[in-house]
């Protein structure tokens, strides 16, 4: 079992920066893929970023460049930077994890989810 909370959510201008955690309980969250996911209102939770127990990390098209994975496994976090912000980046912001490494993608691979954290960028 292992339960996720994310934090770092908040208002930010087009153009800023955010950075959220994703903290892990568990002894076992080295060996777990750790991904974001966002939803927008009125629409379908989308992938954003995945990073493998093997540090091997995976982007959504619309966020490629922009944004950056990373873990610390002695912290149990994983952490999503977020520069270069833009209006239709705003939405909840889902950390997740699954114990597979590939087909990281799907929103449906993945067995553990965190509560979300609301991200707004004004224009």
């Known amino acids: 079992q292992v339960q996720l909370v994310e934090s770092g959510g908040g208002l930010v201008q087009a153009g800023g920066s955010l950075r959220l955690s994703c903290a892990a309980s568990?002894?076992?969250?080295?060996?777990?893929?750790m991904g974001w996911f966002r939803q927008a209102p009125g629409k379908e939770r989308e992938f954003v970023a995945a990073?493998?127990?093997?540090?091997?990390?995976y982007y959504g098209d619309s966020v490629k460049g922009r944004f950056t994975i990373s873990r610390d496994n002695a912290k149990n976090t994983e952490y999503l930077q977020m520069n270069s912000l833009k209006p239709e980046d705003t939405a909840v912001y889902y950390c997740?994890?699954?114990?597979?490494?590939?087909?990281?993608?799907?929103?449906?691979?993945?067995?553990?989810w965190g509560q979300g954290t609301q991200d707004t960028v004004s224009s």
């Open positions: 997740a994890a699954t114990v597979l490494r590939s087909l990281v993608y799907s929103r449906g691979n993945y067995a553990y």
């Open positions: 568990g002894r076992t969250f080295s060996s777990y893929t």
């Open positions: 990073i493998t127990s093997i540090n091997i990390t």
